[in-house]
């Protein structure tokens, strides 16, 4: 298996900042949104280490809009994950990626990671076997779910629709026909 897809780590603090309000987080959403265009990487970090407070205002505009724009493409093929995060913080962007029915992957220590914002249930399984083996395609987790290959393609699907995980396609056929994609954990 490889590693991680390269990630760009992107400090939103230095020691102790409170990012409250609406102006102050639109202001980041507008440096980040610029950041993630020009960036070569597939992933952007927001590290929140130093970040005292994160409120619900500043959460919404910074990490739910710029989610959004992550999601829509708008910014190109990439992806956001979030870094550092203490439980407070964690609470409030949880509920702004609710509200606006969105959500990101939160590298949790070394090797941890959980989901905020609104996920669907059904997806979780093939998300935690991706993140276990950090890259398959669809034939190879079937092995290991013993689901048919159209529902497990469709998870798939989801997830990458909603930026949790990266694909790209292989270049040979699969034997009988159809796409094959290699799915790969974003960190």
Same mark, same amino acid.
């Given at each position: ?19 409250? @309000?609406?102006?102050? !987080? *639109?202001? %980041? ?6 950041? %993630? ?6 992933? +952007?970090g927001l590290d929140f280490k130093g970040v005292k #407070? /994160? ?6 505009? #910074? /990490?739910?809009?710029?989610? =959004? ?6 910014? !190109? ?22 509200? =606006?029915k969105k959500n990101v992957l939160v590298r949790v ?7 905020? !914002? ?18 398959? @395609? @669809? ?5 290991? +779910? ?5 529902? *497990?393609?469709?998870?798939? =699907?989801? +997830?990458?629709?909603?930026?949790? /995980? ?22």
């Open positions: 298996m490889s590693t991680s897809l390269p990630m760009k780590v992107f400090p939103l603090a230095q020691e102790n900042v409170e990012l409250v @309000t609406r102006q102050v !987080g *639109l202001e %980041i959403r507008e440096h980040l949104a610029k950041v %993630i265009r020009e960036m070569r990487e597939k992933v +952007l #407070v /994160i409120d619900f205002s500043c959460a919404d505009e #910074v /990490i739910a809009k710029l989610v =959004a724009r992550v999601q829509s493409k708008e910014l !190109g093929d990439k992806f956001v994950v979030l870094l550092n995060l203490s439980e407070s913080n964690k609470d409030n962007i949880d509920a702004a990626l609710k509200i =606006a220590g070394g090797q941890g990671w959980s989901v905020l !914002g609104e996920v669907k249930d059904n997806v979780l399984d093939v998300l935690e076997i991706l993140m276990k083996e950090k890259e398959i @395609t @669809t034939r190879e987790l079937r092995r290991d +779910l013993q689901v048919k290959i159209n529902v *497990l393609s469709n998870k798939m =699907a989801i +997830l990458y629709a909603d930026c949790l /995980i990266y694909r790209e396609k292989k270049p040979e056929p699969e034997p009988g026909g159809g796409r094959q994609f290699l799915y790969k954990a974003l960190f």
